[in-house]
């Protein structure tokens, strides 16, 4: 993102300026007129923002709502920052200012709101609707170059999940996802090792190959890496993404509308792993990360594997298919297993897992489970402060029971009833270590924008898991 930021003592009057305040009196901008503090002072006192215009510039105020929470106000203030991009859209001014008059200071919130929604995907377009700003005036210094830099970091690894996810299966194939990880790698500076199909072959990673029977594309398994000198771990924190570059299910076909038809998402939780381990490099966060990504498409040719295949999975368990549509628990399960050999702090796998988690939590959450529950609360904590929040579902024996299978260790499919559970706790057979599963489902891909996330691949779990990650410093 080339965007700078810089400090200054004080408004230019002549610019787009925005102001952040928590009181309903305006009289202390001296710079505006008596009109323009009238209807000033009658907007915020209505609850509503204040938009005053000069010539081809905005002055916009923005009253912060009193929340009894405070990560509610930090959300309000991305939000507005959101609604501040609208109006910056329709003059499109190379440069806006900042200043921020709340008493715990919002800029960093009302920044990311604005900067989040400035995101297009406009490659495949003849005309391109493109819009960001040259530069960022903040004024003051009550917010850091640092915390600036990091926004920025951040943001950009949101933007690569989010092309990631938009990208069609026409460009975005196993291979290719390969090629892009590798370019992020060198763009962050985290080393990337790609085994292809015969590597793959070798370790016996059943589940993966199984998938990928009737693909026309190799699978790729990669491992992406950040080990700096300074970690302050031992042993690894492993990030493991779905990378099913796109889902027709397989013989079990999917029905197009509202189900295949955005199926080029179903690479979400790969593309989430990627971006955090990008924003932790970016960052230099002292942390070893490992990401795990397993990626093939999943399609009907005629050596696709049926219902009634068994397959053995790396860790050596035999899986019943009973459904080919239940498939990305099968190349994650290869991905678990295959975490054991790093004796991990902590495995989170991010996935697009169940459509049953999105009518568990709509657009407004991810579904969390596992063993470790001292960090699903630190999750859950910082799922409220960047509002990418979690549901947490419980990982009972009972939902074990349906993946029995008379023919093999367990099957793919358990029951209709419980499906985010029951797939969680397949999922659960191949780990022996901390772990969390978050089931994505519901928030990676929008059919229409919201506020600062817009229609399409949204990025969410990125941020979510870069301030997560976080903690462990």
Not at 113 to 121: K, N, R
Not at 208 to 218: E, W, Y
Not at 229 to 238: G, H, L, T, Y
Request: with cysteine; proline share 4%.
């Amino acid at each position: 993102m080339k965007l700078k930021i810089s400090k200054i003592a004080e408004l230019n009057e002549k610019s787009t300026t925005a102001i952040l305040t928590d009181e309903y009196d305006p009289l202390k901008f001296n710079f505006l007129d008596q009109t323009e503090i009238d209807y000033a002072r009658k907007k915020l006192s209505d609850g509503t923002d204040s938009i005053v215009h000069r010539d081809r510039h905005i002055i916009y105020i923005k009253k912060i709502k009193e929340e009894k929470k405070a990560y509610l106000q930090n959300e309000d203030a991305r939000v507005s920052g959101s609604k501040f991009f609208e109006l910056l859209k329709e003059e499109k001014p190379a440069s806006f200012q900042i200043m921020d008059l709340t008493d715990e200071c919002y800029t960093l919130p009302f920044l990311e709101g604005v900067l989040l929604s400035s995101y297009s995907f406009s490659k495949y377009k003849k005309k391109k609707d493109d819009y960001i700003p040259d530069e960022v005036l903040i004024c003051g210094d009550r917010v850091s170059n640092k915390e600036t830099a990091e926004l920025i970091s951040v943001i950009e690894a949101v933007f690569e999940a989010r092309d990631l996810v938009n990208e069609p299966l026409s460009f975005l194939t196993a291979s290719r996802l390969s090629e892009e990880l590798e370019r992020m790698g060198g763009i962050a500076g985290f080393n990337v090792e790609v085994l292809n199909k015969k590597k793959i072959e070798a370790l016996r990673m059943g589940g993966l190959l199984a998938v990928n029977r009737g693909s026309v594309d190799p699978p790729s398994f990669n491992i992406l890496e950040w080990k700096p000198e300074n970690a302050v771990n031992d042993k690894p924190v492993i990030l493991c993404g779905k990378g099913i570059v796109f889902d027709t299910g397989g013989l079990s076909l999917k029905p197009t509308l509202k189900s295949m038809d955005y199926m080029k998402s179903d690479m979400a939780g790969a593309a989430v792993v990627a971006a955090t381990i990008y924003a932790s490099a970016k960052n230099k966060m002292p942390l070893h990360l490992v990401g795990l990504i397993p990626a093939t498409d999943n399609r009907p040719d005629g050596n696709a594997y049926v219902p009634g295949d068994v397959i053995t999975l790396f860790d050596g368990s035999t899986v019943e298919i009973k459904n080919t549509d239940a498939e990305g628990r099968l190349i994650l399960a290869d991905a678990l297993s295959y975490a054991k050999k790093y004796d991990p702090l902590l495995v989170v796998d991010v996935a697009t897992l169940t459509g049953a988690a999105t009518i568990i939590s709509g657009t407004h959450a991810s579904i969390a489970m596992g063993n470790s529950a001292a960090d699903i609360q630190k999750l859950e904590q910082t799922g409220n402060e960047v509002y990418e929040r979690i549901i947490e579902l419980p990982l009972w024996e009972e939902f074990a029971k349906p993946l029995k299978s008379a023919i093999a260790d367990l099957n793919n499919l358990g029951s209709r009833e419980a499906q985010t559970s029951v797939a969680g706790k397949f999922l659960e057979h191949f780990t022996d270590y901390p772990w969390i599963h978050l089931d994505i489902a519901g928030v990676a891909f929008f059919e229409e924008k919201d506020s600062y996330r817009p229609l399409g691949g949204t990025g969410i779990g990125t941020r979510l898991l870069y301030n997560f990650l976080k903690k462990f410093n």
